[in-house]
């Protein structure tokens, strides 16, 4: 078990009125209905080799899905194909899901090139030369009755965008974000619940496991959620218990989830 601080608690949404969106491991997020279903624009930062969020958001919204990540260029493709070809080759894949990851380039070419409505850029999100900001992306990218969700997964580069993301607040509707180095970076993530608060609520929190290693250490990660919700939503007290149960999986599957305890 984790202790956290108030300021990390979510506010009280009713489990019936969230879901999940994702895998049902890494890359998989909960997320309250509502705010998906009222979201006309995803722009997803850091996909990797899973998009199964992104495709969960598409049959739950009808919104348009601009997706980012500067790992996934040919080299990246073609050395994945080698090294499932010859694990094939060898007798170790044989499970559907396996052999769908061998061929998994049709599923990106069919999701995110033959698609008109979703979109994928092989660019890196920072502030750096050679990268793009979100602040970028909402100006180029987007029309002015944009009601966007973020999804963010960048592995310590979520520091370099927040500015950015509470400067175009009134635009969101949600977010889920993973933060990185969190013993170190406490200051931050606090100030940015608090600069989005009165937009934008944290509607839940759970503990990437893969984050922690040794036995008690503390985590390095987190995943949050944010969202536009109104008031009524968040008047209850919130006395559930994290990791909720049916919605919330361990990253990792070969660990427990990790509970959270929230101290005065």
Known sequence: ????????KPIFIDNSELFRLGSIDDGGYVVPKETVSSSNLLISMGISDNWDFEKDFAKNS???????DYSLNKNFWRSKFKKDLIKFLQLKIFKPRKIYKMF??????????????????LKKIGKKEGSICLNSIINNYTESNAKIFLKIDIENYEYEIIDDIISHKDKIQ????????????????YTFIDKLNSDLKLAHIHINNYSVNPTNQFPEAIELTFSRVSLHTYILKNNKEYPIKNLD????????????????
């Open 1 to 8: 078990m984790v202790e956290f601080t108030q300021k990390l």
């Open 249 to 264: 999986f361990p990253n990792s599957k070969r660990n427990k989830d990790i509970k959270i305890h929230f101290i005065e």
């Open 174 to 189: 949600g977010i889920v974000i993973e933060f990185h180095g969190v013993s170190k970076n406490f200051e931050k993530i």
């Open 104 to 121: 998994q380039f049709i599923d990106f070419l069919l999701f995110f090139k033959f698609n008109k409505n979703n979109q994928f850029f």
């Open 62 to 68: 009808r919104a348009k899905i601009l997706a980012f």
